[in-house]
C-alpha cells in the first residue's frame, strides 16, 4: 500500500461525498432562488412560503436519487471492508 493508492481512496471518497451534497442540496437552492424572486417580484415576505417548496422539493428528490445515492455508498463501504487485509498488509 503507498501513498498514491491512499490518496486514490481518499479521493475516491471525498468524491462520493461531494455527489451526495450535489445530489441533494442543489434542486433545493434552485426552488430558494425561484421563490425568493417570486417573493421580490410580487414583495410578499412570508418567510413560510419560501419553505415549503423547498422541502417538497427535498424529499421527492431524496425519494428520487436515495436508491443510488445509497448503493454507491454501500458499494464504497463494501470494497474498502472487502479489501481491508490488503490495505492493512
Known sequence: MNEAFIADLFREGLWLIFLSVVILIVPSLIVGLVVS????????????????????????????????????????TQLILFNLNNYIG
Open 37 to 76: 424572486t417570486f417573493q421580490a417580484a410580487t414583495q410578499i415576505n412570508e418567510q413560510t412560503l419560501s419553505f415549503l417548496p423547498r422541502l417538497l422539493v427535498t424529499i421527492l428528490v431524496i425519494i428520487v436519487a436515495g436508491p443510488y445515492l445509497v448503493t454507491r455508498l454501500v458499494d464504497y
